[in-house]
C-alpha cells in the first residue's frame, strides 16, 4: 500500500521533534534545547481517521552564518533538501513566540521554489487567547497559518491533522493493494547481494565489484517465478555510521534503509567466508545485528541468506547445523527466521529464495481464528502460569489477533504492568508452536480490562 510522506521542516528548536511525537503519540523523536540535535531525517508511520502516512522529521535548517558554529550544519541542510525532495506535503513550522526570523524568511523561499504544497504551522500557541500571535506569519506568503502548541497538544494539532489528511494527493494505486511480493536484499557492504541479484534474474543487471559500496541506489527489478511476481530490490551495503562518508553514500544508506522498510521480506545476506573457521569470532557484525532488528521493528518477514557457502573449507555433514546453531545463539531475535546456504558464483540454492520469501510473506499475513488464539493463550496460562509480582498475578481474559504483516495479538488481562518480557517470549514461542509463523516476527500487546479501546 503506497503511503504519502509528509516532511516537517524549520530551523532548529521550534518544535519539530516535538509535534512529531504528539501525532504519533510516542516519544521517539528526540527532543533537546540544543539547535540540531535531531541531524537525520527519521522516518515514522503515522494515521489520521483511517488515512495513513509516513512522517519525516527534520534535523533544524541552519544558514551559512552559523556553520563554523554548527559543523553539522551542511550536512543537516542536504538532509532537509531531500526529504523536502521526496515528500508530497511539507508542514513548515515556526515558533509563535520568537515571530518571523531571517532563517524563516530564508526556508520560506526554499519552499516557495519548491512549488510543494504548505502548511504553514506556528507552534508555541499554548492558549486560544494567543492565536493573534499568528497573524504576523501571513507574511511569508505561504497561506494562512495554521496554530498549535505541540508541547501540550491542546491547541491545534487534531485541525492540523485533519488539513494533512485533506491536502495529501490520493492516487488510484493508494487504493489498490500491491500482490507482488518485495524482497529487499540488504546486509553489510560486499556479501554478494548484487551477485545474487544478478543470478536470480540472469542478467548484470547490478553492477558487481570488489570495492564495497559499488550499488549506490536501491535497485527495484521485477521477475516472474512460477507464476508469481516479485521485485528484487538491491541495496547499498548498510555500515556503521562512523564508517560511512558524507554526502552520496550517507544517503544510498538512508534508501537501503527505507527500501528494508517498504519491503514485505527481508533477505538478510551473510558472507559465510567470514570467521567461520574461528571458534570464538562472530558470524555477524554488530551492524548485521542492527538491520535484523529494524527488520524486525518495521514488522517486515525475514529470511538469512549465507552465500558464498562454497568457498567454506573442511565442510562436513554437521556444518549447517553448526552454523545455524551459533548464529541463532548469537542473534537470538532472528531465531524465527529460516536460513539458506547458497553459492551466487555457482548459482546454487538462490531459486529456493523465492520459495521462501513466498513462505515467510504467507506467513507474515496469516490470520488465526480468535477461538483458536484463546485456546492456545488459554492453555499456555495454565500449563505455566505467570510468576506472581508484589502478591498479583497476571491473569489472561481474553486473546484475539487485530493485524497481520506482523500478526499482532491483542491479550486483554487484569493488570498489563504484571507482563514481563520473558512471559512474553514465552507466550510468543506458543503461538508458534502452535501455529505457521516461521520467518515473521510477532507482536503481543497486553492491555488492561480497563483500558479503552484505541488508548
Known amino acids: 500500500m503506497k503511503k504519502r510522506t ?45 488515512r495513513t502516512f509516513t512522517l519525516v522529521d527534520t534535523g533544524g535548517v541552519m544558514p551559512d552564518a552559523e556553520k563554523e558554529e554548527h559543523p553539522f550544519a551542511e550536512l543537516i541542510n542536504m538532509q532537509v533538501e531531500i526529504a523536502l525532495a521526496e515528500a508530497d506535503l511539507v508542514v513548515f513550522l515556526l515558533d509563535g513566540q520568537a515571530g518571523i526570523t531571517a532563517v524563516d524568511e530564508d526556508i520560506a523561499e526554499q519552499l516557495r521554489r519548491s512549488g510543494k504544497p504548505i502548511l504553514l504551522t506556528i507552534n508555541k500557541i499554548d492558549r486560544h487567547d494567543q492565536k493573534a500571535l499568528a497573524a504576523e506569519f501571513y507574511a511569508l506568503s505561504l497561506g494562512e497559518p495554521h496554530s498549535l502548541s505541540a508541547l501540550h497538544g491542546n491547541v491545534g494539532v487534531g ?23 518485495h524482497i529487499a536484499l540488504v546486509g553489510r557492504p560486499n556479501v554478494g547481494k548484487s551477485s545474487i541479484l544478478n543470478a536470480l534474474i540472469g542478467e548484470e543487471r547490478s553492477i558487481v565489484s570488489d570495492i564495497s559500496g559499488t550499488t549506490r541506489d536501491a535497485l527495484n527489478v521485477p521477475v516472474m517465478h512460477e507464476g508469481r511476481e516479485f521485485v528484487l530490490v538491491d541495496t547499498a551495503g548498510i555500515r556503521k555510521k562512523g564508517k560511512v562518508d558524507y554526502g552520496v553514500e550517507m544517503f544510498s544508506v538512508d534508501r537501503s534503509i527505507r527500501a528494508l522498510r517498504d519491503a514485505n521480506v527481508t533477505v538478510m545476506v551473510l558472507d559465510a567466508t567470514e570467521n567461520m573457521q574461528s571458534q570464538m569470532a562472530s558470524m555477524v557484525t554488530d551492524q548485521d545485528k542492527k538491520i535484523i532488528e529494524m527488520s524486525n521493528e518495521a514488522g517486515r518477514g525475514l529470511v538469512i541468506v549465507v552465500n558464498k557457502w562454497d568457498l567454506v573449507a573442511n565442510k562436513t555433514s554437521k556444518s549447517v547445523d553448526q552454523y545455524k546453531k551459533k548464529l541463532y545463539q548469537e542473534v537470538p531475535h532472528a531465531v524465527f527466521a529460516p536460513v539458506l546456504f547458497t553459492s551466487a558464483a555457482k548459482g546454487q540454492r538462490l531459486q529456493n529464495i523465492y520459495e521462501l520469501a513466498q513462505t515467510v510473506y504467507e506467513n507474515a499475513n496469516r490470520r488465526v481464528k480468535t477461538s483458536l488464539v484463546n485456546e492456545v493463550m488459554s492453555e499456555a496460562f495454565t500449563l505455566s502460569p505467570p510468576p506472581p509480582i508484589k502478591n498479583k498475578r497476571l491473569k489472561l481474559l481474553y486473546a484475539t489477533q487485530v493485524g497481520v504483516a506482523p500478526p499482532t495479538f491483542i491479550l486483554f488481562v487484569n493488570d498489563a504492568k504484571l507482563m514481563k518480557d520473558s512471559y512474553r517470549r514465552y507466550l510468543e514461542k506458543k503461538l508458534r508452536e502452535n501455529f505457521e509463523f516461521a520467518g515473521t516476527p510477532l507482536v503481543i500487546v497486553p492491555r488492561s480490562r480497563d483500558e479503552k479501546k484505541g488508548r
Not at 21 to 35: E, L, Q, S, Y
Not at 169 to 180: C, I, L, N, W
Open 159 to 181: 485541525d492540523l491533522l485533519d488539513e494533512i489528511t485533506r491536502r495529501l494527493p490520493v492516487e488510484e494505486d493508494e487504493a489498490v493493494q500491491d500482490e507482488r511480493i
Open 6 to 50: 509528509v516532511a516537517v521542516i524549520g530551523r532548529p528548536n521550534v518544535g519539530k521533534s516535538t509535534l512529531v511525537n504528539r501525532i504519533i503519540g510516542a516519544r521517539k523523536a528526540i527532543v533537546d534545547d540544543m539547535p540540531g540535535v535531531t541531524r537525520d531525517r527519521s522516518y515514522y508511520e503515522a494515521e489520521w481517521q483511517g
